[in-house]
Structure formats: C-alpha cells, structure tokens
C-alpha cells in the first residue's frame, strides 16, 4: 500500500483494478514438463528417442536433431528451426510419415505388411498361408526378413515352396528354415524331408478308467 516511487500509485489498487481483471483461470491440468535429447538421424531417415522411432524430411542422415519431448509430441529441429511433429509413441513402436522419405524406401519403412502377404500368395494359396502365419506377431515387422527368404526360396525352387509350405502347414511348423531344409533335402538326394509325426502312446499311459475310485457296494 505504500506510494510507487514512480508511478506515485498503490501497487495493490492498480492490481486489483488494472491487473487482476485480465488474469485467466489457472488450467486444470499440470503443466507438461518437456525433456530434451539429440538424437542421431540413422540411415533410414529416423531417429530413436525414448526407445521409439520417428521420421525425418530431408537428407539429414548422420545430423545430430535438437528434440523436445513432452507425454503428447516430439518436436524435432534442426539448426534451431523446427522441422517436424510427431505424436508420440511408446518404446518399440515407429511413428513414419511416408512424405519424409524417398518413395523406393516407402515399402519398408511403412512396413507394408499387405504388399508383402500379396506377393507371397501371388506364388501359391500355401506360400501366403505362409508367409501370414510367419506375420502372425506382435512386432510383425521383425519377420519380414523371414518372408523375404522364403521368396527367395519361391525364386529358387519355384512349385515345390507350396508344397512344402502345405506339409509345414499341415504340421503346425513355422520356420523358414524348415522350409529352407526341406527344399535342400529333396534337390540333393530326391527325398523329401519327412516332419516329426504326432507322438507315439507311451507305454505308460493308462486308461483314466484305471483311476476311477470305485465305491464299495
């Protein structure tokens, strides 16, 4: 309350009736505090932060960004100059805008999952049953290699994959190799490679009739 030396007013009154009238309302949420990293731009055009990944534009592989991460974005710059947003993803996932890349990478990086399955039953109904139950993961994106090799075997061997991959699939075996061992097997000695039947019954077994507590009458 005592007189400003400058303005020769009361600090307090000229809050309450210049300053006050024009405070907003404080949020309802905290406020979201940012944490900062640098990460390196990889040869894939993406960077890792957080144990995420997250697309660049650009050429800028083997630049260091300046990236500011809160609960919600990534904010990635460059030079000071901001250069790309992304919402935020968990740890093991990639967030990929398919604009930030060169269109021969744009397959791969998306992970393109159904161009891949399409290809494999363009070789055989049984190479795509295949090469779907290879997919069949939570990261299917980690298998692609897989089914990568088992068109390479299609090239190779030609009709014989289906088959194979009809007998694999008929045993409940998904495992490229497999498929890999069995093409060689029948080329070099022109016989094919015979999957573990179902298990013989077991001397021991026993009817569940034999254990059945009999009362006495």
């Given at each position: 309350?005592?007189i400003?030396g400058?303005?020769?007013l009361?600090?307090?009154?000229?809050?309450?009736?210049?300053?006050?009238?024009?405070l907003?309302?404080?949020p309802?949420?905290?406020?979201?505090?940012?944490?900062?990293?640098?990460?390196?731009?990889?040869?894939?055009?993406?960077v890792?932060i957080?144990?995420?990944?997250?697309?660049?534009?650009?050429?800028?592989?083997?630049q260091?960004?300046?990236?500011?991460?809160?609960?919600?974005?990534?904010?990635?710059y460059?030079?000071?100059?901001?250069?790309?947003?992304?919402?935020?993803?968990?740890?093991?996932?990639?967030?990929?805008?398919p604009?930030?890349?060169p269109?021969e990478?744009?397959a791969?990086?998306?992970?393109?999952?159904?161009?891949l399955?399409?290809?494999?039953?363009?070789?055989?109904p049984?190479v795509?049953a295949?090469?779907?139950?290879?997919?069949?993961?939570?990261l299917?994106?980690t298998?692609m290699?897989?089914v990568?090799?088992?068109?390479?075997?299609v090239?190779?061997h030609?009709?014989?994959?289906?088959?194979?991959?009809r007998?694999?699939?008929?045993a409940?075996?998904?495992?490229?190799?497999?498929?890999?061992?069995?093409?060689?097997?029948?080329t070099?000695?022109?016989q094919?490679?015979?999957?573990?039947?179902?298990?013989?019954?077991?001397?021991?077994?026993?009817?569940?009739?034999d254990?059945?507590?009999?009362?006495?009458?």
């Open positions: 309350m005592r400003h400058t303005t020769r009361r600090p307090a009154e000229v809050f309450a009736a210049d300053e006050h009238p024009k907003k309302p404080l309802d949420t905290t406020f979201d505090i940012p944490t900062w990293a640098n990460p390196k731009v990889a040869p894939d055009r993406h890792q957080s144990q995420a990944l997250y697309s660049i534009p650009g050429d800028l592989i083997g260091r960004l300046t990236a500011r991460v809160d609960s919600q974005t990534v904010k990635l460059f030079r000071g100059e901001l250069i790309k947003v992304h919402p935020r993803v968990g740890a093991g996932r990639r967030q990929t805008d604009a930030d890349l269109s990478l744009t791969y990086a998306m992970r393109d999952l159904n161009t399955q399409r290809k494999a039953f363009d070789h055989g049984h795509g295949y090469a779907a139950a290879v997919l069949e993961h939570p299917p994106w298998k290699r897989q990568y090799r088992l068109l390479g075997l090239r190779r030609g009709a014989e994959v289906d088959d194979a991959c007998r694999a699939l008929d409940e075996v998904v495992d490229v190799g497999v498929i890999d061992r069995m093409l060689s097997r029948s070099t000695s022109g094919q490679l015979m999957l573990l039947p179902p298990p013989a019954p077991s001397r021991f077994v026993r009817s569940t009739t254990f059945a507590v009999r009362r006495p009458s």
